[in-house]
């Protein structure tokens, strides 16, 4: 086996320009005749924009621009990962606190950060939900315009999607239960917040456009300016420096489109790095609300369980709903039980879009379910990991019908996390200790794609789609194509 091969331990690819500080990310990257962009936004979350006033802005010495959705083309160009809801800036209304309504490009930060609070907005204040009771309310006001959903039967309320799925008979198993165990578990909106900011920068390209940003899915970047601006792939070029955390944060286009429009208009390189508070205002987790009802007998074993979980999901659509349905899929844990009720919401809110983070939507409802075990364990006087011992699935048995069987030994597993950290014997004063299990399903799309094109001296280049977040991939590429080749 090659020391540079796999198994081997070659020198991590961009591993000492990330401990040395040399390593550029996007808001590193050289930017002396680019202009500066400040996003303008409101201090409410839903308001009706009645009009903007830019001219105390423009007049600002070094400003070059204030885009408002009158500058863009009509209808407002809108993108997403599935849905494409989200519009390049407000138009009409704001949909949720920080949601820019102008932006604005000038010679200097200073500059652009003076003439954004010379903008003048007139608005109208109006009602906002900014919770799942308020949302999910029978008189809410509607997040989305219903001409967004054209054939949506939930395009008239505030849910996005239902996903459900099951097996058994939930409601006939409920009678044979000797114990049923009941709760509501929340899981409050959180934000990735990774240490590089979001950054971003585009310039003319030509007669294409160039975009730099940390994005983790740059070739879903190129179709999506592409699409926007109405130009060939070949024309759209996409730079994606490793970034540094994104934590499913930066999966996504967010400010990219506005800032490719302002370049074309511009004819100018242009770049916008976001501040905490702004980045707050971009991405989020969503907020959950998760209800677990479990039927046991009272040897342990399970007999019934139903979920019924809501996701709080923001303005837009976002990857959210994708989120939901694979966090929901699998939130029966890897459980063996024979009638299993789920039912999950998308629900839409007057909040930031919510985004991937670690788990894709798996921790809010594995919390939710892991805590009901224990709670079961307690009612029926069973050691929590004894519990969940009597009910895993064990190699080769089905934990969800008609889906593939379980391939791990997870008893093994679980046995051996209690033993290293002493689960039978006493803790310290002071000090808790807890077992739970996870269970997250694989990849369903191809995101990534690779192609190795050989040299004529014998070297070889490894193209990737693939983004670089520290865990190693461009090593382990190169170590996969030597190890081939």
Not at 37 to 60: N, S, W
Not at 339 to 363: D, K
Not at 403 to 410: E, I, L, M, S
Request: glycine share 8%; proline share 7%; hydrophobic share 45%.
């Amino acid at each position: 086996m090659s020391e540079e091969g796999v198994g081997g331990s070659p020198a991590r690819v961009g591993g000492l320009g990330r401990v040395t500080g040399t390593q550029l990310y996007v808001a590193d990257m050289p930017h002396e005749d680019a202009l500066h962009v400040k996003l303008v936004a409101l201090d409410v979350a839903h308001a009706r924009i009645r009009g903007i006033d830019r001219a105390a802005a423009l007049a600002l010495p070094g400003v070059r621009m204030v885009m408002t959705a009158d500058d863009l083309p009509k209808p407002m160009p809108r993108f997403g990962p599935q849905r494409k809801d989200r519009p390049v800036l407000a138009v009409g209304e704001t949909k949720y606190h920080g949601e820019p309504v102008a932006a604005v490009a000038a010679e200097t930060l200073d500059a652009a950060e003076a003439a954004a609070r010379l903008v003048a907005v007139d608005y109208e204040e109006l009602s906002a939900v900014h919770t799942l009771a308020a949302a999910l309310a029978p008189d809410a006001p509607r997040v989305q315009d219903p001409s967004l959903r054209p054939g949506d039967p939930c395009a008239e309320t505030n849910v996005l999607h239902e996903h459900r799925y099951g097996w058994g008979d939930v409601d006939a198993a409920l009678t044979t239960a000797d114990v049923v165990v009941e709760g509501t578990y929340s899981f409050p909106m959180v934000t990735q917040f990774a240490i590089e900011p979001h950054a971003f920068m585009a310039a003319p390209d030509g007669d294409g456009i160039a975009v730099w940003s940390s994005i983790q899915h740059p070739y879903w970047l190129q179709r999506v300016i592409a699409d926007l601006l109405q130009l060939p792939l070949a024309r759209v070029r996409v730079f994606a420096p490793d970034p540094g955390g994104a934590f499913g944060g930066k999966q996504h286009a967010k400010y990219e489109p506005l800032l490719a429009f302002m370049a074309r208009a511009t004819a100018r390189q242009v770049r916008l790095v976001l501040t905490l508070e702004e980045t707050f205002q971009a991405v989020r987790r969503g907020a959950s609300e998760v209800h677990v009802r479990s039927g046991f007998r009272r040897d342990g074993t399970l007999v019934f369980r139903d979920i019924e979980a809501h996701y709080l999901i923001g303005a837009y659509a976002d990857i959210a709903d994708r989120t939901v349905a694979k966090g929901s899929y699998t939130s029966n844990g890897p459980y063996r039980v024979p009638n299993v009720r789920i039912l999950a919401r998308s629900v839409l809110s007057h909040t930031v879009p919510s985004t991937a983070f670690r788990g894709f939507g798996n921790p809010q409802q594995i919390w939710a379910v892991e805590s009901n075990m224990n709670e079961a364990a307690e009612i029926l006087r069973i050691d929590p990991l004894e519990l969940r011992l009597r009910n895993l699935a064990h190699p080769g048995e089905p934990f969800i019908p008609h889906d593939r069987p379980a391939d791990g030994d997870w008893a093994q597993a679980v046995k051996r996390a209690a033993e290293i950290i002493g689960w039978r014997t006493p803790s310290a004063a002071g000090r808790g200790r807890g077992i739970a299990l996870g269970l997250k399903s694989g990849p369903t799309t191809g995101l990534s794609y690779s192609t190795v094109r050989l040299l004529v001296d014998g070297s070889a280049v490894v193209y990737a789609g693939t983004s670089d977040m520290g865990q190693g991939a461009r090593t382990i590429f190169a170590q996969i194509a030597a190890e081939e080749l």
